[in-house]
């Protein structure tokens, strides 16, 4: 970084227009700035001066001549950017500085409290899904537009899997991110990332028995023996595992996926023991791994439906303590398994409702076993497919709220991102109308306790726990 009289340079390359504040005893010294497309060196030590030899490539700009005030704002029109930090603009991951630079950028329209800050990111507490829709080119231009348009209201989560549509949900967040880069409107840094494998995908263009196109691409391909396959769907494989986050990066356009989840886990329960499903996850936890050590994913985790909120007694549970145990034996305490997505909503309250977590000699929730265990929590199904944004399922009271809570769709997300130990609800938007209507939550603070103990014993007594 160049310094000059303890004011640091842009050295970017685009245009701009950069403002040096020299006191008045300096002011007959010159600056010194480098013109774009040249690299330029200059001692990292910082307040460097003129006369260092690794200096390079720096043009010197003439003294000011005429008398100024006791402190003067000189401005240079360099091609350059304004000055950013690389871990903002050449990360290929979402960063402390990237996802703070975004909100720093958004927060003059958005609530403070539409934003978490969670481990070292910075988060909106509404992502978008790209879950429904029919596999084609419509759907796909309505979601591009979609993904655009919510990331430029203050959304940084996205949120996809490899089976989704096809494939094609994953291709067109890779399309959109790209529209979205290449205008300049974000750095990849901003962005939280996550896709999924677990459930195996059909070719974009599917062709034949849907059946036998699934055992082609597994068994067929080498990815997973027969009795790998569960329900002719589902897999996780080693080697499956790592094809399809090969495939995710390709279809997405990434280098590195921000979370990569194992879907639905509780899939192979309804067919194997126990035990067996825990070898499987724990052989899926050493691929996950090493592909965090080859930096193709940041962390990994689990997207569940069931799993985290039935009972203890029901065959497709699982245990968050077990699954941490797990993770800490392939890696030890340093493990990347740090994130879980569960549905929680106005009818499907169980994940902060049931106490079927244990944790130690207690049982908790599962958001608050994920809390103590250090997992991140993402919601999903908050407007349960949409059912939530037509019907109210709260008693006349609890419905006499802010204006911004007018909506049943409203009052659903608001319930979902409010609950404590919750990062963000993923809610699918394919349509630009949906992020419009949703994304005005963002603009209200989240909701109060009082309201939420009110929504979750109403939940409670209607036999939800």
């Known amino acids: 970084m160049a310094y000059v009289h303890g004011?640091?340079?842009?050295?970017?390359?685009?245009?701009?227009?950069?403002?040096?504040?020299?006191?008045?005893?300096?002011?007959?010294?010159?600056?010194?700035?480098?013109?774009?497309?040249?690299?330029?060196?200059?001692?990292?030590?910082?307040?460097?001066?003129?006369?260092?030899?690794?200096?390079?490539?720096?043009?010197?700009?003439?003294?000011?001549?005429?008398?100024?005030?006791?402190?003067?704002?000189?401005?240079?029109?360099?091609?350059?950017?304004?000055?950013?930090?690389?871990?903002?603009?050449?990360?290929?991951?979402a960063t402390e500085a990237g996802t703070?630079?975004?909100?720093?950028?958004?927060?003059?329209?958005?609530?403070?409290?539409s934003y978490r800050h969670v481990g070292h990111l910075h988060l909106s507490t509404l992502g978008i899904g790209t879950y429904l829709g029919a596999a084609d080119d419509q759907t796909d231009a309505a979601y591009r537009e979609a993904i655009v348009d919510a990331v430029r209201r203050g959304v940084n989560i996205i949120d996809?899997?490899?089976?989704?549509?096809?494939?094609?949900?994953?291709?067109?967040?890779?399309?959109?991110?790209?529209?979205?880069?290449?205008?300049?409107?974000?750095?990849?840094?901003?962005?939280?990332?996550?896709?999924?494998?677990?459930?195996?995908?059909?070719?974009?263009?599917?062709?034949?028995?849907?059946?036998?196109?699934?055992?082609?691409?597994?068994?067929g391909r080498g990815l997973c023996q027969p009795d790998e396959l569960v329900a002719h769907c589902h897999c996780i494989s080693a080697d499956y595992i790592t094809a399809t986050l090969q495939q995710s990066r390709s279809n997405l356009g990434l280098e590195t996926l921000d979370v990569y989840y194992i879907h639905n886990p509780e899939?192979?329960?309804?067919?194997?023991?126990?035990?067996?499903?825990?070898?499987?996850?724990?052989?899926?936890?050493?691929?996950?791994?090493?592909?965090?050590?080859?930096?193709?994913?940041?962390?990994?985790?689990?997207?569940?439906?069931?799993?985290?909120?039935?009972?203890?007694?029901?065959?497709?549970?699982?245990?968050?303590?077990?699954?941490?145990?797990?993770?800490?034996?392939?890696?030890?305490?340093?493990?990347?398994?740090?994130?879980?997505?569960?549905?929680?909503?106005?009818?499907?309250?169980?994940?902060?409702?049931?106490?079927?977590?244990?944790?130690?000699?207690?049982?908790?929730?599962?958001?608050?076993?994920?809390?103590?265990?250090?997992?991140?929590?993402?919601?999903?199904g908050s407007l349960q497919q949409g059912r939530l944004s037509r019907n109210c399922t709260l008693p006349y009271e609890l419905i006499q709220v802010p204006s911004h809570m007018s909506q049943p769709a409203a009052r659903a997300l608001q319930f979902a991102r409010s609950v404590q130990g919750v990062t963000s609800a993923v809610v699918g938007m394919a349509q630009t109308a949906h992020v419009v209507d949703n994304l005005q939550l963002l603009d209200h603070p989240r909701a109060d306790s009082a309201w939420l103990q009110a929504v979750i014993a109403h939940t409670q007594s209607r036999g939800c726990a």
Not at 45 to 61: D, E, M, Q, R, S
Not at 301 to 330: C, F, H, K, Y
Request: net charge positive.
């Open 100 to 113: 703070a630079r975004f909100v720093q950028r958004h927060g003059a329209v958005r609530h403070a409290e």
């Open 267 to 380: 899939t192979q329960l309804q067919f194997l023991e126990r035990q067996v499903v825990e070898d499987r996850l724990r052989q899926a936890f050493v691929a996950l791994e090493a592909a965090a050590d080859r930096g193709e994913i940041r962390v990994y985790g689990l997207a569940t439906w069931s799993a985290l909120r039935a009972r203890p007694e029901e065959r497709d549970w699982l245990s968050l303590q077990r699954i941490v145990q797990l993770a800490e034996e392939v890696a030890g305490p340093r493990h990347r398994m740090r994130a879980v997505q569960l549905p929680l909503s106005l009818t499907m309250p169980e994940a902060v409702i049931r106490n079927n977590q244990p944790v130690g000699n207690e049982w908790v929730s599962a958001i608050e076993a994920a809390q103590r265990l250090g997992l991140v929590v993402f919601a999903s």
């Open 160 to 219: 996809t899997a490899s089976n989704y549509r096809n494939q094609r949900s994953e291709r067109v967040v890779g399309q959109a991110l790209g529209d979205l880069t290449q205008a300049g409107t974000i750095y990849r840094s901003e962005v939280l990332v996550a896709s999924k494998v677990g459930f195996v995908s059909l070719p974009c263009t599917p062709e034949g028995d849907p059946r036998a196109l699934l055992h082609a691409q597994t068994i």
């Open 7 to 93: 004011q640091r340079l842009a050295t970017a390359a685009e245009p701009c227009t950069l403002l040096l504040r020299l006191a008045p005893a300096r002011h007959a010294t010159g600056v010194l700035a480098r013109p774009a497309g040249l690299p330029g060196s200059v001692s990292e030590t910082g307040k460097a001066g003129f006369g260092l030899p690794n200096l390079k490539n720096y043009c010197y700009f003439p003294p000011i001549q005429q008398p100024v005030a006791d402190v003067v704002a000189c401005e240079l029109h360099l091609r350059a950017k304004p000055m950013v930090s690389e871990l903002v603009s050449q990360r290929p991951f």
